[in-house]
């Protein structure tokens, strides 16, 4: 068992301005923990946290990962939680590139196709639409209509992104209706299944897992 990522650096005011590991992050962890064979064979050339927050997601896939010659980008818009992801790879002896922008605004047409592995804990809370979009804390769980408009606005990208062997996964609740997601990628090419679930309180929490399907 791969342990979780030190956030020891990580203080209480920091958590005011980024979004703290949660139940969420711990089923990702446990997730990449069970898909950590699939991950090696693969052997990721360049990869791609959407999203990184605190950085604790990127830091476990790259020990699963080990000694790879992968390439990590990391993405977030909140300029605090950059600067979070940085300290943490920093602290967890992982080398990473972070960017300060909104999902995967600049990667395109210059990475198009490049990315072997993608993954994305996104705001899925249903909220109001105007809480959508903010480049603070809130960005890290507000998720609009259905808790969906931010995921809705990054799924046509990734049939853009991922290269021929690439793989996508994504954290969902039972209310953002995963089913529907996953018929919308089945129609851009991509078979899904579901890692893992687990009841959080009153959420259910998926980990759903795309790849390119095969003809």
């Known amino acids: 068992m791969l342990p979780t990522p030190d956030l020891s650096h990580l203080k209480r005011q920091d958590y005011e301005h980024i979004y703290e590991p949660a139940e969420d992050t711990f089923l990702f962890l446990d997730a990449f923990e069970d898909e950590a064979l699939f991950l090696k064979e693969l052997q990721p050339k360049i990869s791609l946290e959407i999203g990184s ?26 300029p605090r939680a950059t600067r979070a992801t940085k300290r943490t790879a920093k602290h967890n002896q992982v080398s990473v590139e972070i960017i300060e922008t909104h999902l ?12 072997d592995l993608i993954y994305f804990n996104p ?6 639409s105007e809480e959508v979009g903010s480049n603070s804390v809130e960005a890290a769980w507000a998720g609009g209509i259905d ?37 919308i990628m089945r129609q851009d090419g991509f078979d899904s299944s579901i890692v893992k679930t687990r009841l959080a309180g009153r959420e259910k929490l998926f980990i759903l897992k795309f790849v390119r399907a095969t003809l």
Do not use: H, W
């Open 53 to 78: 927050g605190s950085g604790c997601v990127t830091a476990f896939v790259a020990k699963i990962l080990g000694e790879s010659n992968c390439l990590k980008f990391c993405t977030d818009i909140n």
């Open 104 to 115: 995967i605004s600049g990667l395109l047409p210059r990475l198009q196709g490049q990315f």
């Open 147 to 183: 808790g969906r408009e931010v995921i809705d606005e990054l799924l046509p990208y990734i049939k853009c992104l991922l290269s021929s062997i690439g793989v996508f996964y994504m954290v969902v609740i039972n209310e953002n209706k995963p089913d529907e997601i996953r018929n």
């Open 123 to 128: 705001p899925y809370v249903l909220t109001p």
